[in-house]
């Protein structure tokens, strides 16, 4: 190590001379062999003594000084309870390799604390007994007068990475005023750094969400010291968007709250990408209608609730009448529009909380939820089948389709979802087999 980088004075015996068999320091039990303490003492840099467990058998004035506390009170602690975590795993992780490989290591450009102010090099070295037994580690440590000017400082990083991060970051102090916003946040949300400042961080939050939904969150930071979720909030032009969001709460060394980070990413594009992705996997394409396996869903479910309840539900299984051949004459963007017509009309001619679905090609179904009797499934049949003769206009061509109908009803013709749809399906057929344009009740 060239001691030039550290300035020019004197760093007393090094870690080799303490270390060599004349002069190894000796530790037997908790006892320290005097003349190797008063070396340590006399140093003008921090230097301490640890046994195998890596606690602190001694340490001296200047490494007390060093960490404000008094040397009496390092003793028996460890590096894990009195670094912060970003120091105390290189520590530990060095202390083993001197047990492990028996030789000395040397770790450079050291961050005692998040203040960044001073770097620290740290040389250390086995402790044998008088056998020759490794049984304690002798360390030293010296601050850098001269950093290494090529390499950014550890504050510069960390500066660099919140400037030209891709994520919104907001800091606010213990009283939720915004002290510092990056460039993110500025094209993110449209607000400026002159507008934000020293503001409530509800400027920037939305305020309009439940109060317990706020609640939540300051809970986990209480508790927790974090919070991490999804939500929606407006940008100053009051444009909504969806935002995924990490809050941290930051502590002082005593473990005081000082300050929140809030990092947040627009995922509006994300979310409308994966809502689409969900709906396409439980509806048709086409139509927006349900799917075989959401209608499946459904079903299921309603004959659940009938079955508690004591009452009735019921499914129409429908084939429209005439579409094939309006498909193969005019094609098949126009037979797209008469299912899609079709559709239309089937949902206005049923209660919102029934199910229209449908089932593929020009077959639909529709889930009757709580029907007050089978009259009432053949009453909307009807209705349905009425409804889809009156002419289509398309392309200015004037169309007219009709419909075959199969009614299944729920506890009489079925006792479960897929007996339900079954025989409603037959019950189609057999109105397709006695002329369509019509219905037909399971029997």
């Known amino acids: 190590m060239d001691n030039d980088q550290f300035g020019q004075q004197d760093l007393g ?28 003492s006399a140093l003008p840099h921090p230097a301490w003594i640890k046994n195998r467990r890596a606690e602190y058998l001694y340490v001296n004035d200047a490494y007390a000084e060093l960490l404000d506390m008094p040397a009496k009170d390092l003793k028996g602690k460890t590096d894990r309870q009195l670094f912060p975590k970003h120091l105390h795993a290189q520590l530990v992780d060095s202390d083993a390799q001197v047990f492990l490989s028996q030789t000395h290591v040397e770790l450079e450009g050291l961050h005692l604390n998040t203040s960044c102010q001073h ?16 049984n304690g580690i002798i360390g030293l440590m010296k601050r850098s007068i001269q950093p290494n000017t090529d390499q950014p400082s550890i504050c510069k990083l960390a500066e660099n990475a919140v400037q030209h991060s891709n994520e919104a970051i907001v800091i606010a102090d213990i009283d939720f005023n915004i002290t510092l916003v990056n460039p993110a946040f500025v094209r993110l ?17 939305a305020t309009w969400l439940a109060p317990e939904f706020i609640e939540s969150i300051n809970s986990n930071l209480q508790y927790k010291g974090y919070w991490e979720g999804e ?9 909504l968007f969806s935002e995924k969001i990490k809050i941290s709460v930051v502590l002082n060394k005593e473990g005081e709250r000082t300050h929140y980070i809030g990092q947040f990413l627009d995922n509006t594009e994300q979310k409308q990408t994966q809502e689409k992705l969900e709906f396409l996997a439980f509806h048709d ?60 009309r089937l949902n206005n001619a049923v209660r919102k ?40 206009q398309i392309d200015e061509v004037e169309v007219t389709i009709g419909a075959s109908a199969g009614i299944a009803v729920f506890p009489d013709h079925g006792k479960d979802s897929s007996k339900l749809i079954g025989n409603a399906d037959k019950a189609m057929y057999a109105a397709k087999f006695l002329g369509g344009n019509g219905y037909y009740l399971y029997k």
Not at 122 to 134: C, E, I, Q, T, Y
Request: glycine content about 6%.
């Open 353 to 392: 909380v029934d199910t229209v679905s449908r089932q593929g090609g020009d077959e639909f179904a529709v889930l009757l939820e709580d029907t007050s009797s089978i009259e009432s499934a053949v009453l909307v049949s009807q209705k349905i089948i009425a409804s889809l003769r009156q002419p289509m």
């Open 119 to 134: 770097s620290y090099w740290l040389s250390k070295a086995p402790l044998k007994d008088k056998h020759g037994k490794v």
């Open 189 to 205: 949300t449209g607000f400026t750094e002159r507008e934000v400042i020293d503001q409530p961080a509800s400027v920037i939050n």
């Open 231 to 239: 939500t929606w909030s407006r940008k100053k032009d009051g444009q």
């Open 13 to 40: 015996p090094s870690l080799a001379q303490l270390n060599t068999p004349m002069r190894t320091p000796v530790v037997e039990g908790n006892q320290i062999a005097s003349q190797q303490l008063s070396i340590l």
């Open 285 to 344: 394409p086409l139509t927006g209608l349900a799917n075989r396996a959401l209608f499946l869903d459904r079903v299921t479910c309603a004959v659940q609730h009938a079955q508690r309840n004591k009452t009735l539900c019921a499914v129409i299984y429908l084939d429209l009448n005439e579409f094939k051949p309006l498909n193969d004459k005019y094609g098949h963007p126009f037979g797209d529009k008469v299912l899609t017509i079709a559709s239309q």
